[in-house]
């Protein structure tokens, strides 16, 4: 009689288990798929909207030749790189 409630008793904590583990596995996923959402929004907040060239307002403009830039650093580069004569 003992033997039988043992295995019974047995019987019940194995199916607890098992449906514990699969609960686990559910919530896993759940976590899983939050992550991947949560990265995509990340990737998607961090991509920084690049401004057209036309929506860029340059001020400094080149000397030499026709060419405007944005800041004093950039022109100064240019004319650094194609005006160095
Ligand atoms: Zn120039």
Do not use: G, W
């Amino acid at each position: 009689m003992t033997a039988q409630i043992q295995q019974k008793k047995f019987y019940f904590e194995a199916l607890k288990f098992y449906y514990l583990n699969i609960i686990l596995h559910y919530q896993l996923d759940q976590v899983k798929n939050d992550i991947k959402n949560m990265k995509i929004k990340c990737e998607e907040f961090n991509k920084k909207k690049r401004r057209k060239n036309s929506e860029i307002i340059k001020p400094h403009a080149c000397q030499h030749c026709q060419k405007t830039y944005a800041t004093y650093a950039a022109k100064y580069k240019h004319i650094k790189i194609k005006h160095r004569e």
